[in-house]
């Protein structure tokens, strides 16, 4: 792992799909990237394959996520970037049918996870006193509803929030937040209805560039925000999704 020069990126939830490829883009600009993932192999083997660090981060769990960002803090230095991407299903359902178990991991982890990272790392930020970006891994659900989904969705409203909220609060401490909001793309979380022709077919109706995302997609918007050239963009949540939000 090069300490050469670079910012220290963290990046939550980065041992596969949308993560994965973001902490990969990371590390091709030059940056330090941390690796976190509750899957410790899967975060070695990323880390592995782009020199970067890995930690084991459990964003439901306030405890461990300290422990990382101290950890990160003692090996790299002061995080400077962080994407909050750790995110879930759990499953489906209509509101009425959906089992509790499933609202509330999806609750923990999606709105409660994206809450106490930001907060631990917002934190280290403001004493280190030399500003830094945070860009929170939305989707488009949070302003579209489809039926089975509405828990997944209202977590994502609910980060979209935390988002604008978190924008004005840490603002005079030079601190960006800002969000991206993918609509479909192809991860290994979606990959089972991908390979479903009909499922795929019904998802791509929707979209008027007729085609689901992949990671590739999705990863320039959120270097952009980290970057210097977004300087005067914050609390602002960026669609990626085809133009399904037009129709």
Aim: glycine share 12%.
């Amino acid at each position: 792992m090069s300490s050469a020069e670079g910012r220290v990126v963290l990046v939550t939830g980065a041992a596969s799909g949308i993560g994965r490829a973001v902490a990969e883009a990371f590390a091709s600009a030059g940056d330090r990237v941390v690796v976190a993932d509750v899957n410790r192999a899967g975060a070695d083997e990323v880390a592995a394959e782009i020199g970067g660090l890995a930690v084991t981060l459990d964003v439901t769990n306030p405890e461990s996520v300290s422990a990382a960002v101290d950890e990160v803090a003692e090996k790299l230095g002061p995080i400077e970037v962080l994407v909050n991407n750790a995110g879930l299903v759990a499953g489906g359902g209509l509101l009425v049918d959906l089992p509790f178990e499933v609202f509330d991991t999806v609750v923990s982890v999606n709105f409660r996870g994206t809450f106490t990272v930001t907060k631990t790392v917002a934190a280290q930020m403001i004493k280190t006193g030399k500003g830094g970006c945070i860009v929170n891994i939305s989707s488009i659900g949070a302003r579209q509803p489809t039926p089975g989904m509405g828990h997944y969705e209202a977590t994502k409203a609910a980060v979209d929030a935390l988002t604008r909220t978190g924008a004005v609060e840490l603002a005079s401490h030079g601190i960006r937040v800002n969000g991206v909001a993918p609509g479909p793309v192809h991860t290994p979380m979606t990959a089972g209805l991908m390979e479903n022709p009909q499922a795929r077919e019904a998802w791509e109706s929707r979209i008027p560039l007729r085609k689901i995302a992949t990671t590739e997609d999705i990863t320039p918007l959120v270097l952009f925000l980290a970057s210097a050239n977004a300087g005067h963009i914050t609390g602002t949540v960026v669609q990626v999704d085809g133009g399904q939000l037009l129709v």
